[in-house]
C-alpha cells in the first residue's frame, strides 16, 4: 500500500471508530462498547510476554495490537477470504500464527503444545455478513472445554470471552450459547477469579496485584 492508500485507510478507521463511538452514546453507553474501548480491556487485563490464542480472526486489527504486545499470536479463523486475507497481511511476522478452521477443532492439538502465561481472546462465532457459520453459532462450550483439559500446562491463564450480552439461551437469537452461570461455574471450578467489564467476561488465574 502506497502513502496515500495508507493514509486512507488510517482516515476510514478513524472515521469508523467516530461513528461507532457516536453510537454508543447515543444509545446511552448500552453493550456492546466499541472497539477500541474493549481492545484496551485486552491490553490492561491480559498478562505481559504471555501467549495470546484468538478465536474468530476476522480482519485481523485486534491480531496486530496483540501482535505487538506479546510473544506470540495463534489467531483461527474458518472464513477462507478472512482467513486468506490475515495471512497475506501477517505474512513475515514470526510471531503470528493464522490457523484455518474452527477453532473447537483446533483447539484439541494446538492447546498442548503451549506452555507458559497463556491469553486467551475468546471471540470467533458467527455474526452475519462474511463471518462463518459452523455446526454451533457459539463454540465457547467446547473451548472452555478444551482450555480445562490443558490448565495445568500452563503457568497462568486469563480467558476473555466476548459479547457477554449474548449469553441468554432463552433468547431464540443467541440459542447456541451457554448461559452466563455456565461461564461463572466453569470459572469457579477451576479456580480462577471472574468479573465482567465492557461486555467482556474475564476469568484469571493471576493474583491481584
Ligand atoms: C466478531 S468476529 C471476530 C473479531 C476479531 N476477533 C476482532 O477482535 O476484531 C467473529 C469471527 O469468528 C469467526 N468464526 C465463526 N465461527 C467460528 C468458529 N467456530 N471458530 C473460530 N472462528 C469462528 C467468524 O468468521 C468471524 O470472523
Not at 510476554?49 to 480482519?59: H, N, V
Request: net charge negative; charged share 25%.
Amino acid at each position: 500500500m502506497g502513502i496515500l492508500g495508507d493514509l486512507r485507510s488510517k482516515l476510514r478507521a478513524r472515521r469508523d471508530q467516530k461513528n461507532e463511538e457516536c453510537e454508543w452514546v447515543a444509545r446511552g453507553y448500552e453493550a456492546p462498547s466499541p472497539s477500541w474501548i474493549k481492545r484496551s480491556v485486552l491490553l490492561r487485563l491480559g498478562q505481559e510476554e504471555a501467549t495470546w490464542i484468538e478465536t474468530g480472526t476476522f480482519q485481523g486489527d485486534t491480531t496486530a495490537l496483540l501482535a505487538a504486545t506479546s510473544r506470540a499470536v495463534y489467531t483461527i479463523e474458518p472464513e477462507r477470504t478472512l482467513f486468506e486475507l490475515a495471512e497475506a497481511r501477517f505474512r513475515g511476522d514470526e510471531r503470528v500464527h493464522v490457523i484455518h478452521g474452527l477453532s473447537e477443532t483446533a483447539f484439541p492439538s494446538l492447546l498442548p503444545t503451549l506452555s507458559g502465561k497463556v491469553n486467551f481472546w475468546l471471540d470467533g462465532h458467527y455474526s452475519g455478513g462474511i463471518t462463518h457459520q459452523g455446526p454451533t453459532d457459539c463454540p465457547v462450550r467446547d473451548e472452555l472445554a478444551s482450555i480445562e483439559r490443558n490448565l495445568a500446562h500452563f503457568d497462568s491463564v486469563v480467558v476473555l470471552i466476548d459479547d457477554i450480552r449474548c449469553f441468554d439461551p432463552s433468547n431464540p437469537l443467541y440459542a447456541d450459547y451457554p448461559s452466563i452461570d455456565y461461564l461463572v461455574d466453569w470459572a469457579r471450578r477451576n479456580g480462577l477469579r471472574w468479573h465482567v467489564e465492557h461486555d467482556i467476561f474475564v476469568a484469571e488465574s493471576r493474583t491481584a496485584e
